[in-house]
């Protein structure tokens, strides 16, 4: 019985061939320079959705460029 950890031992990152849209959606937070947690995205994105698309546009740009 497992209660935390991932299903089966792996993610979806974790297999070839399938891209995580977390993990970019993450990088290019840091790339903007953005430091937010999940939580916090998580709250913004309920209780400030206008901050949350902001929030999302700017780390799409930094992945764009």
């Keep these: 019985h497992q209660r935390h ?3 089966q031992g792996r993610c979806v990152g ?3 061939g ?3 849209p977390g993990r ?3 990088r ?3 790339k903007a320079g953005l430091l937010v947690d ?3 995205l ?3 994105a309920i209780t400030e959705p ?3 698309v902001a929030i999302v546009e700017k780390a799409k740009a930094a992945i764009a460029a």
């Design 18 to 20: 399938i891209a995580d």
């Design 38 to 40: 999940r939580k916090v």
């Design 24 to 26: 970019a959606f993450h």
């Design 5 to 7: 950890g991932r299903a």
């Design 50 to 52: 206008a901050a949350f």
């Design 28 to 30: 290019g937070l840091d």
């Design 42 to 44: 998580s709250d913004l």
């Design 14 to 16: 974790d297999q070839p």
